[in-house]
């Protein structure tokens, strides 16, 4: 990462070098975070110049699309939470019989010491991996039946990836899907699990692989490009106001 001073204020980005390109290009991603690239032939000092000519825009962008809430922040009543498309308010109430509930409006989460956030987040984790469980299951075994894969069928398993949205682990016959998905699009989540059920098929990124994607998910190639707007930090994407 670099951190270039400007009039606008700091810009922290990452640069890449890519050889063929004739711009430089600056795209500012889903979480606020800054990408630049260039190829190899442009200088340091030009590739400066033009992220300062850009600077208030990317400082205005940026601040736009940094997310309201990190990790680290307190959860509390009344905040908003997306869980695959669905909007749901955030309820924490004390009970003896500790669980975290949708009732179709709001997620409930009873516990019994209303101020130990790490339980709370623990009974939210577990509603979120379980909901997981069924609609990106479901999305798997779709896109598993479509395949024709002749092998034995991958167990699927739900965890937290830190670096990946999923993984088709051949070694071991499982498909891995990052839980943090459940705070996607429901279409980026699909898409997920047909990029991983067409690794069954095609072991790499090739040109075939890309058309084995399209056949099981019609815009493969679309969903991919926009997942790339967003990482994989799971509270960014679940709490949204």
Not at 116 to 122: E, K, L, P
């Amino acid at each position: 990462m670099a951190i270039l001073k400007s009039d606008s204020g700091d810009i922290v980005y990452t640069l890449t070098r890519r050889k063929g390109m004739k711009n430089i290009l600056i795209k500012v991603k889903h979480d606020g975070s800054v990408c630049v690239s260039a190829s190899p032939a442009v200088s340091d000092s030009r590739i400066e110049e033009f992220i300062r000519a850009k600077a208030s825009w990317i400082v205005s962008t940026a601040a736009a699309k940094k997310p309201s809430f990190s990790a680290g922040d307190k959860l509390a009543n009344g905040m908003k939470l997306r869980i695959f498309g669905e909007i749901l308010t955030l309820q924490i109430r004390f009970g003896w019989d500790e669980d975290a509930v949708s009732d179709g409006e709001n997620l409930i989460v009873t516990v019994r010491e209303l101020d130990n956030q790490s339980h709370i987040r623990q009974l939210l984790i577990g509603f979120i991996a379980q909901r997981g469980r069924t609609v990106l299951g479901k999305y798997y075994d779709c896109f598993y039946e479509r395949c024709g894969y002749m092998g034995n069928k991958p167990m699927l398993v739900l965890k937290a990836l830190k670096s990946k949205w999923g993984h088709c682990d051949y070694k071991n016959n499982q498909i891995m899907l990052n839980f943090a998905l459940c705070g996607l699009p429901t279409e980026l989540a699909a898409y997920v699990a047909a990029h991983e059920v067409a690794h069954l098929l095609v072991h790499n990124h090739s040109a075939e692989f890309y058309k084995v994607g399209e056949s099981l998910y019609p815009g493969f190639r679309e969903y991919n490009r926009l997942l790339k707007e967003y990482d994989t930090r799971l509270w960014e994407h679940i709490v949204i106001g």
